[in-house]
Each structure stands twice: as structure tokens, then as C-alpha cells.
């Protein structure tokens, strides 16, 4: 059957309507240019952009081609279901804006592409393009790269953006399973903030519609690498790196799923900044193969009362402390319950390879600690395992402890400090299984 559609172009400030008869618009491909659209980053497009993914949402969608070329944008592209929005390459097709021109303080839209959270958004498709907002570092009132609000079942793929609030992001969605997927993409730069609480922060790459995945992405320089809240949200093989206001993952997550993901936080351990991986608040996660470098916090955070969480296989170079309970803001009685750290290694962490408190009904077997305290030895920071206050029901067997170093750091390798530094019974550890035998470093349990 055919379709008619309205085809618009913008010419001297005249909209000029044709009608054109073509087959099924949603397999139809429409190049912007040949509508046009500016490609040498002379003259605006969000107009007639815009125009266009109108008329084809109004036939039922489409697909959008820009190809090769520098596109300036004075106001914010909005996508609308079944629309297409592809470009010809990372390399190839840049959109930008321009600080001195433009709609932008005054618009409503959150990111230089984004959509309108006041209706469920479907079968979005954007790939294939670089976006730059050119905003500087602590900038105010920053608008973000992509931003896709209240979608489902949509994709992000191979994009890359530069000097924005959050780099890419699907947020807004309320129901139980989005189905949206982030891949391929790079993040550079998410370094302006919307305003200066927590809520205007930027972050690399953000999702908090359940149902999300993030696949195969990095974060390069934003405040956050990868924010995440939700539920029923994964992370494979994704890269965090030289974060500066946070964590290289701050992921607020009830069923997390984070595999083969990397967390640098610096080219050393003193360059580096806050936690690789923060896992906080929520029940039911597995972090697995994943790997935090050089940063100055935690390589992995686990913040009270985080609870049945796997942590398999994991490996901290070069952190403040490389595995550990957070317990800031969330005090006793609160505690993390079931967790199992099992076949991490820690090594040369700074300060305490693993540390444990307010921990209940939890399993510590066959982790490593190597070369740590590397900070000096303190009497806060003894034990390459170290065991502190409300600690209940716990088994810890057949962890290392290894300091092959000329010159030793890691002095005690495993420290139960109910033994003989804390005084109060009531937060003494109670019930705890201990089988230990460091090969380096003295142990006292």
C-alpha cells in the first residue's frame, strides 16, 4: 500500500511542503542532505532535522541517514519512536554546537539528541556518529550528548561523544524491563555539570531504566564513568577510566550483573581518584573477571548494607584499599549479609588488601593479598585481611597472604581486631570461622 508523505525543507526561511508518493515509509532510508541539511558545519539543522523524524513518526518511522560531514545544531534533536538515526561513521559525522549561538539555555531538552520523556518512546535506533557540546570543565548548565528519556526497546551503538554533561544515557522509563542496550560507544569528557549538587553531576555513560545493558563501552575524564540505579542492569566488558569527581562504576543496582569490565583510575596509583567499583545499597549482584587499577579509594566498594553479592575472580593493582565494606551514611545496625568474595586478588594495595566490617552470614575463600600496605602499616591499617567492628557469623578459609618484595610491607597478613583493639564487646566479631596461615606477614585472630 501506498503511503503519502510530507517531505519539508527549510530554504530562506520559507517551508516549502511536498508531497511525494513512496513505498513503506518504515524500510524507507531518507538522507538529511537531500532535504537540506548543512554537512559542511556552516549552517543550522536541528530544524529540518526535526522536521523529518515529525513526518516519518507521523507515517509510522523510518530510517534517517546522515552522511559524511560536520552538522552544527542550534537547538536539540528529539526522536520519536521507530525512528532510525543513522550516521556514516564515528569518524565520518559530527554533529556540534557552537557556545556563542543557539536555543540552548532556553530549551527544555536535556541533551544535544535526545526525546520526550512525556510519552513512552519505542524501537529507537542511533548509531554511526560523533556528538560534541563543547562545554568546558565545570561548566553549568550543560546540556548532555545523548540523552534517551523514557524509551523502550532501543539501542545506542557505535557513538562517541565530547565535552558534555553525561556522555550517553537512557533514563525516565517506569516500567519493569526496558530492554534498552547501550554498545560500542565512547564517552569522552563528561565534564559539565547542570548544577553543582549531586543530581547535576556529569557521567560518562548513565542508565536507570530497569532492564538496561551496557556492552563493550568505555568512559574517558567525566566526573562518573558508568552510573547506573535500578533493577535487572548489566555491564560486559566496559571501561572506566581517569574519572574525577566519583568512581569509575557507581552502580545503585537490585539483580547487577557486571562482567570483563575494567576501572583505571590514573597512569599510577598516586594519580589515580576515588573507587573503581562502587556496589551499594541494593540486593543481588555478581561482579565477576572485572579489574580495578590505580585508584586512590577502593578498587572494589561495597557499601552497607549491599547484601547477597558475588564478587568472582577479580583483581585490584594499585588501590587505596582493594576490596572492602563501606559503611559511611549507613551505620550499625545496618549490615551487608551474604556476601562471597571468592578468587579476588588485591595487590599492592596501598593501604589493607581486604577489609571486613559490619558483615553478617558471609563467605571470604581463596582470595589473595599481594604486596600490600605499600602506604606504610598503621595501626588502623594492619592485616592485609583486616576484620573490624560487627562482624557475625562469617567464615574466611583458605585466603593468602604473599609479600615477595626485597623489602616487606605487608607486615601482618591476616588482623582480627576483636583480638586487641576493639574494646566494646558489642562490636566485637561473634561467630566467625577464621582458617588462616599467611605465608608472608604475622597473623593475629
Same mark, same amino acid.
Given at each position: 500500500?501506498?503511503?503519502?508523505?510530507?517531505?519539508?525543507?527549510?530554504?530562506?526561511?520559507?517551508?516549502?511542503?511536498?508531497?511525494?508518493?513512496?513505498?513503506?515509509?518504515?524500510?524507507?532510508?531518507?538522507?538529511?542532505?537531500?532535504?537540506?541539511?548543512?554537512?559542511?558545519?556552516?549552517?543550522?539543522?536541528?530544524?529540518?532535522?526535526?522536521?523529518?523524524?515529525?513526518?516519518?513518526?507521523?507515517?509510522?518511522?523510518?530510517?534517517?541517514?546522515?552522511?559524511?560531514?560536520?552538522?552544527?545544531?542550534?537547538?536539540?534533536?528529539?526522536?520519536?519512536?521507530?525512528?532510525?538515526?543513522?550516521?556514516?561513521?564515528?569518524?565520518?559525522?559530527?554533529?556540534?554546537?557552537?557556545?556563542?549561538?543557539?536555543?540552548?539555555?532556553?530549551?527544555?531538552?536535556?541533551?544535544?539528541?535526545?526525546?520526550?520523556?512525556?510519552?513512552?518512546?519505542?524501537?529507537?535506533?542511533?548509531?554511526?556518529?560523533?556528538?560534541?557540546?563543547?562545554?568546558?570543565?565545570?561548566?553549568?548548565?550543560?546540556?548532555?550528548?545523548?540523552?534517551?528519556?523514557?524509551?523502550?526497546?532501543?539501542?545506542?551503538?557505535?557513538?562517541?561523544?565530547?565535552?558534555?554533561?553525561?556522555?550517553?544515557?537512557?533514563?525516565?522509563?517506569?516500567?519493569?524491563?526496558?530492554?534498552?542496550?547501550?554498545?560500542?560507544?565512547?564517552?569522552?569528557?563528561?565534564?559539565?555539570?547542570?548544577?553543582?549538587?549531586?543530581?547535576?553531576?556529569?557521567?560518562? &555513560?548513565? *542508565?536507570?531504566?530497569?532492564?538496561? $545493558?551496557?556492552? %563493550?563501552?568505555?568512559?574517558?575524564?567525566? =566526573?562518573? #564513568? +558508568?552510573?547506573?540505579?535500578?533493577?535487572?542492569?548489566?555491564?560486559?566488558?566496559?571501561?572506566?577510566?581517569?574519572?574525577?569527581?566519583?568512581?569509575?562504576?557507581?552502580?545503585?543496582?537490585?539483580?547487577?550483573?557486571?562482567?570483563?569490565?575494567?576501572?583505571?583510575?590514573?597512569?599510577?596509583?598516586?594519580?589515580?581518584?576515588?573507587?573503581?567499583?562502587?556496589?551499594?545499597?541494593?540486593?543481588?549482584?555478581?561482579?565477576?573477571?572485572?579489574?580495578?587499577?590505580?585508584?586512590?579509594?577502593?578498587?572494589?566498594? &561495597?557499601? *552497607?548494607?549491599?547484601?547477597?553479592? $558475588?564478587?568472582? %575472580?577479580?583483581?585490584?593493582?594499585?588501590? =587505596?584499599? #582493594? +576490596?572492602?565494606?563501606?559503611?559511611?551514611?549507613?551505620?550499625?545496625?545496618?549490615?551487608?549479609?551474604?556476601?562471597?568474595?571468592?578468587?579476588?586478588?588485591?595487590?599492592?594495595?596501598?593501604?589493607?588488601?581486604?577489609?571486613?566490617?559490619?558483615?553478617?552470614?558471609?563467605?571470604?575463600?581463596?582470595?589473595?593479598?599481594?604486596?600490600?600496605?605499600?602506604?606504610?602499616?598503621?595501626?588502623?591499617?594492619?592485616?592485609?585481611?583486616?576484620?573490624?567492628?560487627?562482624?557475625?557469623?562469617?567464615?574466611?578459609?583458605?585466603?593468602?597472604?604473599?609479600?615477595?618484595?626485597?623489602?616487606?610491607?605487608?607486615?601482618?597478613?591476616?588482623?582480627?581486631?576483636?583480638?586487641?583493639?576493639?574494646?566494646?564487646?558489642?562490636?566485637?566479631?561473634?561467630?566467625?570461622k577464621i582458617s588462616h596461615k599467611s605465608k608472608n606477614g604475622k597473623d593475629v585472630f
Amino acid at each position: 500500500m501506498k503511503v503519502t508523505a510530507v517531505k519539508r525543507i527549510l530554504t530562506t526561511g520559507v517551508l516549502i511542503i511536498l508531497l511525494v508518493q513512496i513505498g513503506n515509509l518504515k524500510a524507507q532510508s531518507i538522507n538529511v542532505v537531500d532535504f537540506g541539511a548543512d554537512p559542511t558545519g556552516t549552517k543550522e539543522n536541528s530544524k529540518i532535522t526535526n522536521m523529518l523524524i515529525d513526518s516519518l513518526s507521523a507515517a509510522g518511522g523510518g530510517e534517517i541517514i546522515i552522511p559524511k560531514g560536520t552538522y552544527l545544531l542550534n537547538d536539540a534533536i528529539l526522536l520519536k519512536s521507530n525512528i532510525t538515526f543513522k550516521g556514516a561513521g564515528i569518524d565520518e559525522t559530527t554533529f556540534f554546537r557552537d557556545p556563542k549561538q543557539g536555543n540552548w539555555s532556553a530549551t527544555k531538552a536535556q541533551a544535544l539528541i535526545s526525546t520526550s520523556p512525556e510519552n513512552l518512546n519505542t524501537n529507537i535506533t542511533v548509531s554511526n556518529l560523533e556528538i560534541d557540546a563543547e562545554y568546558n570543565k565545570n561548566e553549568e548548565k550543560a546540556k548532555g550528548g545523548i540523552c534517551l528519556r523514557n524509551c523502550q526497546n532501543s539501542t545506542i551503538s557505535n557513538i562517541r561523544t565530547l565535552h558534555t554533561w553525561h556522555g550517553i544515557a537512557f533514563y525516565d522509563f517506569k516500567g519493569d524491563d526496558s530492554n534498552n542496550l547501550i554498545k560500542d560507544s565512547h564517552a569522552i569528557k563528561a565534564q559539565a555539570f547542570t548544577s553543582k549538587n549531586n543530581s547535576g553531576r556529569p557521567r560518562g &555513560i548513565l *542508565v536507570t531504566d530497569n532492564g538496561s $545493558k551496557v556492552i %563493550n563501552s568505555i568512559s574517558t575524564k567525566a =566526573g562518573t #564513568g +558508568f552510573y547506573a540505579h535500578g533493577k535487572n542492569i548489566s555491564f560486559e566488558k566496559c571501561k572506566a577510566e581517569s574519572w574525577f569527581t566519583d568512581n569509575g562504576y557507581y552502580l545503585i543496582v537490585e539483580h547487577l550483573t557486571v562482567k570483563n569490565c575494567i576501572a583505571v583510575g590514573g597512569p599510577s596509583s598516586k594519580e589515580g581518584f576515588g573507587s573503581g567499583f562502587s556496589i551499594a545499597y541494593k540486593k543481588d549482584g555478581l561482579i565477576q573477571d572485572s579489574e580495578a587499577i590505580n585508584c586512590s579509594n577502593y578498587g572494589f566498594r &561495597i557499601h *552497607v548494607p549491599q547484601s547477597d553479592t $558475588k564478587f568472582v %575472580n577479580n583483581t585490584a593493582i594499585g588501590c =587505596g584499599i #582493594g +576490596f572492602g565494606i563501606e559503611t559511611a551514611s549507613h551505620p550499625f545496625p545496618e549490615l551487608s549479609d551474604q556476601i562471597q568474595l571468592i578468587n579476588n586478588t588485591a595487590e599492592t594495595s596501598g593501604l589493607t588488601s581486604f577489609l571486613f566490617r559490619q558483615m553478617s552470614n558471609s563467605t571470604v575463600t581463596g582470595n589473595k593479598a599481594i604486596n600490600g600496605n605499600q602506604r606504610g602499616v598503621t595501626l588502623s591499617t594492619r592485616g592485609a585481611f583486616a576484620l573490624k567492628d560487627y562482624l557475625t557469623n562469617n567464615t574466611f578459609s583458605e585466603n593468602e597472604s604473599i609479600d615477595n618484595q626485597k623489602n616487606k610491607t605487608q607486615i601482618f597478613g591476616f588482623y582480627d581486631y576483636s583480638v586487641d583493639q576493639i574494646k566494646s564487646s558489642s562490636k566485637k566479631g561473634k561467630n566467625n570461622k577464621i582458617s588462616h596461615k599467611s605465608k608472608n606477614g604475622k597473623d593475629v585472630f
